[in-house]
C-alpha cells in the first residue's frame, strides 16, 4: 500500500477555515496489489476507487471527447500519483495514459455517484460491443491456483505448513479466502475468523479487500492473544 500526502496541510486547513463548504482529502492511499486508491474526506466520507473505474472516467481530454467508452481497462493499474498544488492530483496508469487531472471535486463527486456512473458504464460497453477486457490471470490450465502458508496453531489444523489449492471464482480478496477455507469445518470456522488471524499476500500486510491472483502466495498467521 501506498500512502500520499496532500501537499502542504497547513494551506489546505486555511482555505477549509475560509470556505467551510470545501471538501477536501485527509488521506489518500494507493493499494496497488488490490488495483484500489483510497481517500477519505473531510466531511467524513471515505471512498474505494477501482483504478479501472478511475482510467475510464478520465478527466483528459482526449477521452472526454470521445464517442466510444473506453474499454479493455479491467486490469489497469496506477503507477503514480502527481500532487497537482493544493487541488487536485494527476494520476499516471500503467497503459501510459497520464493527462488526467482530477480535482477534490471530481474524485468526491466520482465517489459519490459510483454505483450510477458504473452501472451506465457497463451499458455504454454492452451497447458498443466492447469489453473490459483481460479477466483474472490464470496458469495454463485455465485455473487459478495459490499457495497457502499456515502457522502455528493453524498448521496443526490444516495438517500441515502449506499447501498449493485451486481456488474457485467466488474467491476473488482475502475476506472471501477466509470464508472459503472456514467451511473446511468448526475448527476452520473459529480459528480463520478475519479477527483472529493476520494475512500477507506475497509477504505484504493485507486488508479484507486485498485481490487473490494466480500464483500468490498467501500466509495466515493467528493473532496474538
Known amino acids: 500500500m501506498v500512502r500520499i500526502v496532500t501537499p502542504n496541510p497547513t494551506e489546505i486547513a486555511v482555505s477549509m477555515s475560509e470556505a467551510e463548504s470545501h471538501i477536501t482529502p485527509t488521506e489518500i492511499n494507493l493499494h496497488q496489489k488490490s488495483r484500489l486508491l483510497e481517500i477519505a474526506f473531510s466531511d467524513g466520507f471515505r471512498f474505494k476507487y477501482p483504478c479501472e473505474y478511475l482510467r475510464v472516467f478520465s478527466t483528459s481530454a482526449e477521452v472526454k471527447v470521445m464517442d466510444k467508452p473506453v474499454g479493455g481497462k479491467q486490469r489497469v493499474n496506477i503507477s503514480q500519483i502527481e500532487p497537482q498544488g493544493t487541488y487536485a492530483i494527476r494520476i499516471h496508469f500503467d497503459d501510459g495514459h497520464d493527462t488526467g ?125
Open 101 to 225: 487531472i482530477y480535482s477534490w471535486g471530481t474524485l468526491y463527486e466520482l465517489g459519490k455517484n459510483y454505483d450510477s456512473n458504473w452501472k451506465e458504464y457497463l451499458a455504454k460497453l454492452e451497447e458498443f460491443g466492447l469489453s473490459r477486457g483481460e479477466g483474472r490471470a490464470t496458469g495454463v490450465d485455465g485455473k487459478v491456483t495459490i499457495k497457502i502458508l499456515y502457522f502455528i496453531d493453524l498448521a496443526k489444523i490444516s495438517g500441515k505448513d502449506e499447501e498449493e489449492v485451486v481456488i474457485p471464482d467466488s474467491v476473488t480478496d482475502v475476506e472471501s479466502l477466509l470464508a472459503w477455507l472456514r467451511k473446511r469445518g468448526l475448527r476452520w470456522a473459529d480459528s480463520f475468523a478475519y479477527d483472529k488471524v493476520q494475512v500477507t499476500v506475497n509477504r505484504q500486510f493485507a486488508e479484507p479487500f486485498t485481490l487473490i491472483e494466480h500464483g500468490d502466495e498467501v500466509a495466515i498467521v493467528p493473532r496474538p492473544t
